[in-house]
């Protein structure tokens, strides 16, 4: 089989992985990122495709579900990390673009799962560090402080004590 | 005997597995959330609790009450958690004509709660971790006592359990910030407020005796579980037996958990949590008095069924079992997988299950109330597996963890597998040399291989990209399958040579 040499651009959580990729079979890749290069071959095909991903001497099992508008569900060990994959071109390799990753942060604390504000630990317009405690989420039995991200003042509360909260809604904002 | 499960998920399906053995008829009590749960197929009869959250579901003594006096129960297993150690709930079931699986209402009171429990034991010579008498009045008392006692020390919820409701604290400051957390999460998970301290000891071994007692005042010892592999007060991995104690040790500890539960009356299973210092010095930590969440490595190495003796003591049986009868067999390892995230912090994840594939083989057992398509509720506990492997010995038990995990598929919520993938690879936890601290050190390794994995994750979302069929208006366009294309082409050359 003829090889195909295509370039991706994969952003995960925020962070961009530029990825050359040569198709060496049916089911079977072969890929660069930076220096490092990974054998992939799928396994079980169907509406999720499980993958065996070689390594350096390791082989972590993945799974991948394409999605529209270049999202790609991925999950690695069993651990979600949701992709957007754009195809920047066809070719051959090229000296691998420097991969840099950049983590967004922001001052909205968001709920990072589902749950029930126990308490509200900081009051608006009050000065906080990072890490300074601002409220107590709790979810399954567990009281998970949660602390700001950022050094700054508290510029809105947008809950109160005993509102539950839906996964990824924002709590407080800090500028 | 027909008995009602006052609890939910793996557990409930354990008992009911040992019940359908026994020709013990079973009622599942179920909440909104659970409607859908897996342990309801197998029980004989279903009970609905309405509403969701523990207090109106689980934790309501008056609902589960009625539930087995509606259904002619005359037992009720508690599982783990919820009220499984619950004083009132053991009352209302002794007053209600139900034999409650677990201790007497006035054994419990003996050990009711940890700080009675550290009375108990050190009024028969176990020897207790320094710290408070009894309960803690305010964030001032907590701060005096601890600068008495000396630093680090533990917040606990006196009624508390599971690992849950307890902070350590290295100054005044925190004592009195965690003072609030603590009693917070103790009010909300146990129901009561109370917290009492202890004083923190430097890297011990956490080690504990599983023990079974009858009515008729035999308590036998079916030896140690090693549960050192914690984070923040909660097991992630136990093994049987533990590398650290020798033959002496080893009595040692049997002899006092032994001597404790005599001295406490207690009757049915309970384990006696030891923490062990480098030095060979072991202290009392405290007792669960209930069926524990790491059972199973016990029931593996024993091959006792736990949950077979606790319905036997429960009738009033006497054990069959003798103490110097009782073998220890190879080494069992449990591996807790909870809907957990580690890459944010261990954060709880509910969600759906979208794919599940248990391991099997050889040696391992899952105890599970997954299935593909499962919900994990976030209203209760995050464990949802206990995947489990025995061995001739320790490293035959790693060894088939290690494929036992590869081959566990749990898609859709994130878990703890990626650490306990790491840990069977880890070197230190191989040799055996780890304390209750050991986690904490690893963590860091554990976040940087899953920094590795996100790279490994975008070279498979490219190809799954590349590999996914063309998309029309966003909608995936069927694929030809494969057994059709080779049954029309099997057919055809079949005809061919027909004609």
Request: hydrophobic share 40%; charged share 25%; net charge neutral.
């Amino acid at each position: 089989m003829v090889s195909r040499l295509r370039a991706f651009r994969v952003e995960i959580n925020g962070a961009l992985y530029n990825v050359s990729m040569d198709q060496m079979g049916k089911d079977k890749f072969r890929a660069q990122v930076g220096e490092a290069f990974f054998e992939m071959e799928a396994v079980s095909t169907g509406a999720i495709t499980t993958w065996l991903v070689r390594h350096a001497d390791e082989t972590v099992r993945g799974e991948t579900m394409a999605l529209p508008n270049d999202r790609v569900d991925v999950w690695l060990a069993g651990i979600p990390f949701p992709a957007t994959v754009q195809t920047i071109g066809t070719g051959g390799y090229s000296v691998p673009p420097e991969e840099h990753r950049q983590r967004s942060i922001g001052g909205q604390v968001r709920a990072l799962m589902p749950g029930r504000i126990t308490s509200v630990l900081v009051k608006k317009d009050e000065l906080v560090k990072a890490g300074t405690p601002l409220l107590i989420l709790e979810a399954m039995k567990m009281q998970n402080e949660i602390g700001s991200p950022i050094a700054g003042k508290v510029k809105s509360i947008s809950v109160r004590e005993g509102a539950t909260v839906k996964k990824d809604s924002v709590l407080i904002t800090i500028e | 005997m027909k008995l009602l499960i006052a609890n939910r998920g793996e557990i409930a399906l354990r008992i009911i597995r040992t019940c359908r053995k026994l020709g013990v008829r079973t009622v599942l009590v179920y909440s909104e959330a659970d409607r859908e749960s897996l342990p309801l197929r197998y029980a004989d009869e279903r009970y609905p609790l309405p509403g969701s959250t523990p207090s109106e579901t689980y934790l309501n003594i008056p609902k589960l009450v009625k539930a087995a006096k509606d259904t002619n129960c005359d037992a009720v297993h508690p599982g783990y958690g919820f009220l499984s150690e619950e004083l009132d709930f053991v009352k209302a079931c002794e007053e209600n004509g139900l034999a409650f699986i677990g201790p007497s209402s006035t054994a419990l009171e003996k050990l009711g709660n940890k700080l009675q429990a550290r009375t108990t034991m050190k009024d028969c010579g176990v020897p207790v971790i320094p710290g408070s008498d009894s309960a803690l009045a305010d964030e001032h008392e907590a701060a005096e006592i601890a600068e008495r006692i000396g630093y680090p020390v533990i917040l606990k919820a006196v009624y508390g359990g599971g690992g849950r409701g307890m902070r350590i604290a290295d100054e005044a400051d925190e004592v009195r910030r965690f003072f609030r957390i603590t009693t917070l999460e103790s009010a909300s998970a146990f129901g009561r407020k109370e917290i009492y301290i202890e004083k923190r000891l430097e890297s011990p071994r956490h080690v504990e005796i599983q023990a079974i007692a009858d009515r008729h005042g035999k308590v036998v010892s079916l030896g140690e579980r090693e549960c050192s592999i914690q984070r923040r007060h909660q097991k992630l991995l136990e093994e049987a037996p533990s590398v650290a104690l020798d033959a002496d040790q080893r009595d040692k500890l049997n002899d006092a958990a032994v001597k404790g539960l005599s001295a406490a009356g207690y009757t049915n299973a309970g384990t006696v949590e030891f923490l062990l210092e480098k030095t060979g010095r072991f202290y009392f930590l405290e007792v669960n008095k209930r069926l524990q969440v790491e059972h199973l490595v016990s029931e593996l190495t024993t091959r006792i069924d736990l949950v077979e003796e606790q319905l036997k003591v429960v009738q009033n049986e006497s054990l069959e079992l003798s103490q110097n009868e009782i073998r220890v067999n190879g080494w069992a390892i449990n591996c807790r997988i909870n809907a957990e995230d580690p890459r944010a912090n261990f954060v709880p994840s509910p969600g759906t299950v979208i794919r599940y594939h248990p391991p099997t083989g050889p040696g391992v057992r899952i105890d599970s109330a997954l299935y593909s398509g499962c919900n994990v509720p976030e209203y209760y506990d995050s464990l949802i597996a206990k995947l489990a492997t025995w061995g001739v010995n320790r490293s035959d038990a790693i060894q088939r963890m290690k494929i036992a995990l590869d081959e566990t598929e749990i898609i859709g919520v994130p878990t703890t597998i990626p650490l306990h993938r790491e840990l069977m690879r880890d070197e230190t936890f191989v040799r055996g040399n780890f304390d209750t601290t050991y986690l904490n050190e690893f963590l860091p390794r554990l976040d940087e291989k899953i920094l590795e994995y996100e790279k490994y994750a975008a070279v498979v979302a490219a190809a799954g990209k590349a590999k996914a069929p063309s998309t029309r208006n966003g909608e995936a366009t069927t694929k030809p399958s494969r057994w059709r294309t080779m049954a029309r082409t099997q057919l055809m050359s079949n005809s061919n040579r027909g004609g």
